[in-house]
């Protein structure tokens, strides 16, 4: 995968997590049901959203990590030991920073 390719599948992705990220905000900020039970049952989802955005800006730190590597020249080689990352891998995991051996 060429760099070019890569940055545009990263950007894409990247695009995509904002918007449910923002969508997830806005979920968690519905005023919570006065009934006792309600309340209960958006709780839990309320968790589990909390949980699906902080997945999202995991990833998205990753990505922005990936984006830094394209611009620098570096995408493609391991930061661990600098050999190059098998093609299948990054077509796999396109922010993935690491080769398979190290990963």
Known sequence: MTPEAAREILLARRAELAGNIARIEDQLDDPVSR???DAASE???DEVLSALGAS???????IDAALARVEAGE???CVRCGNEIAEGRLALLPDTP????CA
């Open 98 to 101: 690491f080769c398979a051996d």
């Open 35 to 37: 009934d006792w039970e």
């Open 75 to 77: 995408y493609g080689f």
């Open 43 to 45: 709780r839990q989802g």
């Open 56 to 62: 999202d800006r995991a990833e998205m730190r990753r």
